[in-house]
């Protein structure tokens, strides 16, 4: 591992360290800020802004918050709706995304040069100009379902799913990163009579840890913090996901510690999430070191 | 090899056939569809038919003009001035309202002006909105992206050290990533208010009170500056950890030998870390400029755009156009300007940062 | 009876039975209120009353949160995708009519005879939507105040004159008690900037829109009514008696907690005053020279265009009109009802009730914000106007600009059929 060799000792080691906590506090008090508001009751919770009290679990605490938040809006299906989306998505990313990237890097094949260039471009087209026209043709677009073939994606999940499976960001993140993976290991397999397939399974997948982890946690970050595609293409609260789900807590009643309640439950998820590909992926490059 | 090379022909485009059709339907598609509704008056939601405009939503957009105005003079020729001896000119309104003699500046409205001399010369332009947009959206990219790569950089150093717990840190460093900056709006929201915000009241108790209060979000000075601190603040964590598992692929190697031979934390940066990461550099300072134009989620929970425009940015303008005021077709006029010139950037990127031979 | 005729009679009765549950056709109905616990409840009492008490009709209900709600309208309808019955904000109705999103009602005209005028919503000389309510904006303060103050209470026949208001302002300001004299609610950005501010402007002899032709705002928004009127609007910014940057918890509860001596607020805000102090009063709006005048048009329902069963949305619309629904609304959510008897039959605007001014107010103040398709764009046009002179924009340049912007508009759209 490439890490540079720490001086432990005493006053240097404290100093590194409290540099480090100082920068963690810059980093983590807005959230900090953010859960113990939703302990609050609301009075309370408007006035400590105006102190530290804002971060401490001080007053009347407790998790009133939380089951008003419940009453207020189904929030177990929105996580749940989010949840499944965008696993889905994810997983399907990193399967359709990793594979193009294999093709783009190791595969000399007609056409390639163009369609890499076409897909890199769509990265500069942000997703609020396309979302109109998007929306016209997945009303029209054909689905065969339990009931048949049907006509138009509109309330259900794969509108929310397939148009997203493939990205320019995700590709490019894969494409960079095969292209500084060592080209003798695949030039031994080729020699060895390895087919396409067996090379991008065997070879190049399995050393892909760290760009998977960092693809899926944009890819997941992305698709659950999604606003305006579900608003559009969702009218039906069963299939509505959490940012949507936002909403219902600005109505004419706000009541800003449902709103930090609601705020902190969702970020749960993507939390866990996160922390679980840390430890699988993220912290493994450590002891194994990928490029000897 | 004829053979392999059709083989491979077939496999190339199996495996990046999926990715290709998705994309082909879902991305590129629309956005051919929203290239043909600029050149068209296409409204949101309207009983009357689509026509052809051709290029009159751009010119509506991007038109400009210049109009240099003389000096108020009297009957003798001589210049008239005011009370605190400042020379007078022509009401603007007079010129671009209503003045059939200048019928080009019709519309327009002053961008800026300066002096030359005795005359004065001035920026007008059709769309002053758009224009402000696109400067605050230049300078947030110029700002955030080497602010933003180097904090990032800073910090994957940082983090690369054998320290026990160092992997929290890590792990707290990356959280703002995580939170939807939806909602990341909202908690600085309570953070930047003027009244009582937490900033305010943490720089007044470390001052003791001198510093005074200020209104970061509706202030015309402060408020770009606060929202390019807080996407700053949201954002870094995860270029860190690209920054980070670029450096985690240089050999160490090549530390032990340019610990062997003696070097600097300077010169083993500069000669042995920094030209490691070339590839790492690329992909984030790409990723940046990218998230960096489409700067709108915290001005439209924020700041709406204002105080006076100052907070106005390029995909905000095109999101108000286009489903706001039901003006599809300027909508996506805006987001075709918008990819002019971010693909114009990221090819001077490639070209600044092509291996040199 | 022999057996044929029982088998004959059972056949026939399970055929009519089946036939009555399959004429049950359903409707659907889409309605602002998710989130919002009381609307729910009394819009679903609604529905499933409704359900109960015919056999035709089956409607079924979805909810979206009202914020996103114009949004998904929207989409809706370009993805061909309507209810049957939806809700519709007063204002942005002309706009639907106009686009060929809802078709005009059919219901009996005689039953909303006695509704407020602001309630039912008109285009092209026929009725496309009615409303349970009506919604109004009032000057809250506390009569403590007002006597602290040494301020007359104005009435609905005798409000405040514009000089008495600053002085008013003046007073509060002056008394050093609050951190601001008056709070406009400047932290709802959106549809309250028309819908609170234009009241004002419209008092001053200014406007959004030319309402004789509906096809330019020159000389109405940048006349010289409207500059007197952006002019007056700046200072109360410049001048430190309202504040500029709000945050929205300061707006909701700002008054309650004493920060203000007098808030510009709705109706749908009162009942929080009223349980915050109890002497808490609410005041017309002040005359600047052309009247008082204050808001009107909230929530309707419409039928949308493409719906098969217009006759049945319209059977329900008729059925939501009854006086006790219009007083339990009004109860839970503090609006105005729209019939004297539903209001009479209301807690808060009864005879003598707390809120019963506003009843009066609504009748005899209330101006309909500008009814044409245009309204969606000049609305948002209007609100940065605002915006932007409180920041200290040059007032004239920006007035001229946003008429310019609103008659460019109307120009692209064929003048909105006018």
Known sequence: MAAIAPDNHGLRLVARYAVLILIAVIFIFPLIFMLMSSLKPDQQLLTDTESLRAFLPVGNISLDNYLAAFRRAPVGLFVFNSVLVTGLTVLLSLVVCSLAAFAFVFIDWRGRELVLTLILATLIVPFETIAIPLLLISANLPWIGLEGVTRGWLNSYQVQIVPFIADGLTIFLFVQYFKDLPGELIEAARVEGASWGQIYRKVVMPLAGPVLATAAILKFLTMYNQYLWPLMVVQQEQYRPVMVGLQYFFQLNRAWGEIMAYLSLITVPVLAFYLFLQRAFIASIASTGVKG | MASKFIRSNRIGWLMAGPAALLMAIFVVLPFVFAIGLSFTNQRLISPNPTQFVGLANYEQLLGVGVLTLEPERDNAGAVIRDKSGALTYPALRSFTRNNADYPQYDGMREWFSFDMGESRVFLLGRDIVFLKAIVNTVIFVLVVAPVQGGLALGLALLINQRLRGINLFRAIYFMPVVVSIVVVSLLWRFIYDGNSGLLNNLLGAITFGAFPRIDWLGNPGTALGSIIAMSIWQAVGFHMVIWLSGLQTISPTLYEAAAIEGASPWQTFRYVTWPGLRNTAVLVLIVITMQAFSLFSQIDVMTGGGPLDSTQTIVFQAVERGYGKQDISGGSTISVVLFVIVLTISFIQRWLTREKK | ?418
């Open chain 3, 1 to 418: 009876m022999s057996k044929l005729t029982t088998m004959a009679g059972m056949l026939l009765g399970t055929t009519l039975l089946s036939t009555a549950a399959m004429a049950q056709t359903e409707l659907s109905l889409w309605y602002h209120g998710a989130g919002n616990e009381v609307e729910a409840k009394i819009i679903n009492q609604i529905v499933s009353d409704f359900n109960a008490s015919q056999s035709d009709w089956m409607v079924t209900l979805e909810s979206f949160p009202q914020a996103a709600y114009n949004d998904s309208v929207v989409a809706g309808a370009l993805a061909g995708n309507l209810p049957d019955i939806l809700d519709v904000d007063g204002p942005v109705m002309p706009n639907w009519a106009w686009s060929g999103y809802l078709q005009p009602l059919s219901i009996d005209e005689s039953k909303i005879a006695d509704f407020l005028p602001g309630t039912k919503g008109m285009w092209n000389g026929e009725l496309y939507s009615v409303g349970l309510w009506d919604a109004a904006v009032a000057m809250v303060t506390r009569q403590s105040i007002l006597d602290e103050l040494g301020l007359r209470t104005p009435t609905v026949d005798e409000p405040w004159t514009g000089e008495e208001f600053m002085a008013a302002l003046d007073a509060a300001a002056d008394s050093g008690k609050y951190e601001y004299a008056f709070d406009p609610g400047m932290a709802w950005t959106g549809e309250w900037y028309p819908y609170a501010f234009s009241p004002f402007l419209q008092s001053f002899g200014g406007d959004i829109i030319d309402r004789t032709t509906y096809t330019t705002a020159e000389g109405v928004l940048n006349g010289e009514a409207a500059i007197e009127f952006g002019t007056w609007w700046q200072g109360l910014f410049a001048d430190g008696y309202a504040p500029l940057a709000q945050d929205p918890a300061d707006r909701d509860s700002g008054f309650a907690n004493g920060k203000y001596a007098f808030s510009w607020n709705g109706n749908w805000a009162a009942l929080g005053s009223l349980s915050a102090f109890d002497d808490a009063v609410f005041l017309p709006a002040p005359d600047f020279g052309n009247g008082p005048k204050i808001g009107a048009a909230s929530w309707q329902f419409g039928v949308s265009s493409k719906s098969e069963h217009p006759e049945g949305a319209s059977a329900f619309i008729e059925f939501a009109l009854q006086d006790k629904y219009l007083t339990a609304f009004s109860d839970g959510i503090g609006l105005i009802p729209p019939t004297p008897a539903s209001a009479a039959a209301s807690i808060n605007y009864t005879a003598g009730g707390p809120m019963e001014v506003f009843y009066e107010l609504s009748a005899k103040q209330a101006l309909v914000r500008p009814v044409t398709p245009g309204y969606v764009v000049a609305a948002k046009v209007f609100e940065k106007a605002l915006a932007d002179i409180a920041n200290g924009a040059d007032v004239g340049e920006t007035l001229d600009a946003a008429v310019d912007e609103i008659d460019a508009d109307i120009e692209k759209n064929s003048n909105y059929g006018f």
